[in-house]
T-cell receptor
Framework: GENVEQHPSTLSVQEGDSAVIKCTYSDSASNYFPWYKQELGKGPQLIIDIRSNVGEKKDQRIAVTLNKTAKHFSLHITETQPEDSAVYFC?????????????FGTGTRLAVRP | DVKVTQSSRYLVKRTGEKVFLECVQDMDHENMFWYRQDPGLGLRLIYFSYDVKMKEKGDIPEGYSVSREKKERFSLILESASTNQTSMYLCASNPGRPYGYTFGSGTRLTVV
């Protein structure tokens, strides 16, 4: 089955700096790659996603890039703020052929220092 | 606002008890999922359902079963709770296309 690796497991940045989280996936049939943010005491929330026919997507301070050849995708957060502190998960899916299942990475705990 | 509601935020159960975790979604989504979340292991899929009365095993189904009698409700059942099932349990749904999930807030289960 699909395997998703995520790095780093923890990340600490100064407020205003950028943060980058990287994921690799194993199954070349995967075609959908969402990112989730989980705040303390809450369930994960979708923050951005990208499909395999797109190389980059941006939404205000967050962006995701996808390299299908290398089978890796990354989350970029610019101008970080304390409220960005959370656990971030990447995921991959093959869509209907796998029942729309998502396989998740192990998470990155991001701390933004004021 | 669309919602996935898990019936309990915290549960403490004894070893050997039968435990029911309930999840309800109000978005008319086809697919529903149960994950468990453990530190360092991320989210691991237990079971999922793509239609009423339909279910499929995920990556770690041992010790669990599920029930989906109505489209909006997906229940996770621990037949005989054990201490290694102490975890955060997350329910999610999606509309049956490659879109992201909507998660519930989770149930933190402690088995003593």
């Amino acid at each position: 089955g699909e395997n998703v690796e995520q790095h780093p497991s923890t990340l600490s940045v100064q407020e205003g700096d950028s943060a980058v989280i990287k994921c690799t996936y194993s199954d070349s049939a995967s075609n959908y790659f969402p990112w989730y943010k989980q705040e303390l005491g809450k369930g994960p929330q979708l923050i951005i996603d990208i499909r395999s026919n797109v190389g980059e997507k941006k939404d205000q301070r967050i962006a995701v890039t996808l390299n299908k050849t290398a089978k890796h995708f990354s989350l970029h957060i610019t101008e970080t703020q304390p409220e960005d502190s959370a656990v971030y998960f990447c995921a991959a899916s093959k869509g209907k052929s796998s029942g729309d299942k998502l396989t998740f990475g192990t998470g990155t705990r991001l701390a933004v220092r004021p | 606002d669309v919602k996935v509601t898990q019936s309990s935020r915290y549960l403490v159960k004894r070893t050997g008890e039968k435990v029911f975790l309930e999840c309800v979604q109000d978005m008319d989504h086809e697919n529903m999922f149960w994950y468990r979340q453990d530190p360092g292991l991320g989210l691991r899929l237990i079971y999922f359902s793509y239609d009423v009365k339909m279910k499929e095993k995920g990556d770690i189904p041992e010790g669990y079963s599920v029930s989906r009698e109505k489209k909006e409700r997906f229940s996770l059942i621990l037949e005989s709770a054990s201490t290694n099932q102490t975890s955060m349990y997350l329910c999610a749904s999606n509309p049956g296309r490659p879109y992201g999930y909507t998660f519930g807030s989770g149930t933190r289960l402690t088995v003593v």
